[in-house]
Nanobody, 122 residues
């Protein structure tokens, strides 16, 4: 499985971006997929995940929306009302185990995209 993230960029505070993560190799239907981010000098942190339902970090709840297109094997993250503190490299990830019930820890995931930079200016 290969994951290719895209859609990052530079945006002013209050703006929006949509990240995409194209999965190739085989279908990831029924498995957790998620977004994480890592700012300089900080640990990688959970942003959002999706399987049947969706989960969000408190810091992005109400502003970000995770979704997936099963037909195209693509994961999305719509980011609205962006803040300076959202600046980070964003990574998409996917799990192998279809029976997993956990999707909020980096160690839950087997496959990672290369990361896409999101910079929010004030």
């Amino acid at each position: 499985v290969q994951l290719q993230a895209s859609g990052g960029g530079l945006v002013q505070a209050g703006g929006s971006l949509r990240l995409s993560c194209a999965a190739s190799g085989r279908t990831l239907s029924g498995r957790f997929m998620g977004w994480f981010r890592q700012a300089p000098g900080k640990e990688r942190e959970f942003v959002a995940s999706i399987r049947t339902y969706t989960w969000y970090a408190d810091s992005v709840k109400g502003r970000f929306v995770i979704s997936r297109d099963y037909a195209n094997n693509t994961l999305y993250l719509q980011m609205n009302s962006l803040r300076v503190e959202d600046t980070a490299v964003y990574y998409c990830a996917a799990q192998e185990d279809p029976t997993s019930f956990s999707g909020s820890r980096p160690t839950d995931y087997n496959y990672w995209g290369q990361g896409t930079q999101v910079t929010v200016s004030s």
